[in-house]
């Protein structure tokens, strides 16, 4: 089975500064990808930024990059120069073959 | 280009009853998967359709089905209602490579059972 931990149940960071988001996971799979997806009010689950479980090299999309430890079975998510605009739920995951396993989500806040 | 449609948009059913929510993939996708997420919770895969047949299914009871049809679009049908049914249910399309496809999602289906 795969399971996918979330333990910061909300974050809060100040405009313009850097937060990470944390994220574990289990898996007995040997070809997964791992990604971040943001789920504002609208509720449409907005895909972050994905990576592919074999690459050794951590993903960057603009503002939002992750450090993925393999052997620590962790992919957190860095957001530097944060917006009012990311506020929202983060929920990170597992997926392969397009069945994808869902954290709980860490809701995140942006203080002007 | 229209992204992944779902209507309708909020439903409301007693338990019992039986509910038909629809997706129209986004253009160009040809395979499509339904979520249920619960409130507080992330989405839970139900099932995914391709080539209008179900190719892997999630740990839910047979009362949820889905069918897809020729042009993609794709329905997921829940009988007997329960309380416990009522979420926002989810639709993602993607364009089935071989590889890991990149999910789409619609906005869901917000369902009340009372």
């Known amino acids: 089975a795969q399971t996918v931990t979330q333990s910061q149940p909300e974050m809060s960071v100040q405009e313009a500064e850097t937060v990470t988001l944390s994220c574990t996971y289990d898996?007995?799979?040997?070809?997964?990808?791992l990604f971040w997806y943001k789920q504002p009010p609208s509720r449409q689950m907005i895909l972050v930024i994905r990576?592919?479980?074999?690459?050794?090299q951590n993903a960057t999309e603009n503002r939002f990059s992750v450090n993925f430890q393999k052997a620590a079975k962790s992919f957190s998510l860095k957001i530097s120069d944060s917006q009012l605009g990311d506020a929202a739920m983060y929920f990170c995951?597992?997926?392969?073959?397009?069945?994808?396993?869902f954290g709980k989500g860490t809701k995140l806040s942006v203080k002007p | 280009d229209a992204g992944v449609t779902q209507s309708p948009t909020h439903l409301i059913k007693t338990r019992g009853q039986q509910v038909t929510l629809r997706c129209s993939p986004k253009?160009?996708?040809?395979?499509v998967s339904w979520y249920q997420q619960a409130l507080g919770q992330g989405p839970q895969f139900i099932f995914q359709?391709?080539?209008?047949?179900?190719?892997q299914r999630g740990n839910f009871p047979d009362r949820f089905s889905g069918h897809q049809f020729p042009n993609y679009s794709s329905e997921l049908n829940v009988n007997a209602l329960l309380l416990g049914d009522s979420a926002l249910y989810l639709c993602?399309?993607?364009?089935?490579?071989?590889?890991?496809?990149?999910?789409?999602f619609g906005s869901g289906t917000q369902l009340s059972v009372l």
């Open positions: 993602a399309s993607s364009l089935r490579t071989g590889g890991h496809e990149k999910l789409f």
């Open positions: 898996t007995s799979e040997s070809d997964y990808y």
């Open positions: 990576q592919e479980a074999y690459k050794q």
């Open positions: 995951g597992i997926g392969s073959q397009g069945n994808l396993i």
């Open positions: 253009s160009g996708h040809d395979t």
């Open positions: 359709y391709y080539e209008e047949e179900e190719r």
